[in-house]
């Protein structure tokens, strides 16, 4: 889904009146922004004032400010943009995940990159690995890898997004894997995004909050 129009306070006016300044620094620019949820293909195109003296992410400010504040969009501290279908959604904004330690249980927030997979950060004192904290895990908590960074745990997520469907149990889409021929490719496509060694991965984190 598209919505292409230009936000209420760009009128031809204004416009018209900042051009004929020759001292202005403002000057209209066309910006886009995606929803980042996987697999949703909207987005919205606005035409927004910017200043010359703006780096790039400052202009896309602009528009990702604009549509929060009027548009329903939201767009989160890690720099993910969300489509009011997506905007505060329970995948995004609520998952967590429980891990089990020494020192008892340990809850982490967790988010859902690609339905079925969750990517969650191990807290530093409880890293089997301390370089490679960030775990891509099955929905029902069997960990698939530890990576160095959330970007890492993402990509392999994507990377592996069409070898099953995920949010089915673990079993079905391990044969899934299995059967489709798909075993090292899906190993390779894991390492290809910085996976620590399969010897160092743990065997299962418990179950994801909110499960049914």
């Given at each position: 889904m598209t919505n292409d129009r230009a936000p209420v306070p760009l009128t031809a006016e204004s416009v018209s009146e900042i051009l004929r300044d020759p001292d202005s620094p403002l000057f209209p620019t066309r910006i886009t922004v995606f929803c980042d949820r996987y697999g949703c293909e909207t987005k919205d195109t606005g035409e927004y004032m910017v200043s010359t003296d703006m780096a790039g992410d400052q202009r896309l400010a602009v528009a990702r400010q604009h549509l929060a504040d009027n548009a329903g969009w939201q767009h989160t501290e890690e720099g993910d943009d969300f489509c009011p279908v997506h905007a505060g959604s329970p995948a995004q904004a609520q998952l967590t995940v429980e891990l089990s330690s020494a020192a008892g249980t340990l809850t982490v927030g967790a988010t859902e990159p690609v339905p079925g997979l969750r990517v969650f950060e191990i807290p530093a004192d409880h890293a089997p690995l301390p370089d490679h904290r960030w775990v891509l895990a099955h929905h029902e908590g069997r960990a698939l890898g530890l990576?160095?960074?959330?970007?890492?745990?993402?990509?392999?997520?994507?990377?592996?997004?069409?070898?099953?469907?995920?949010?089915?149990?673990?079993?079905?889409?391990?044969?899934?894997?299995?059967?489709?021929?798909?075993?090292e490719r899906f190993a390779l496509a894991l390492m290809a995004h910085g996976c620590a060694p399969a010897a160092y991965q743990p065997a299962a984190v418990s179950r994801p909050d909110g499960e049914v």
């Open positions: 990576f160095a960074t959330a970007g890492d745990a993402n990509g392999a997520a994507s990377a592996v997004a069409s070898m099953a469907d995920w949010t089915r149990n673990a079993m079905t889409t391990a044969n899934a894997i299995s059967l489709g021929g798909n075993v």
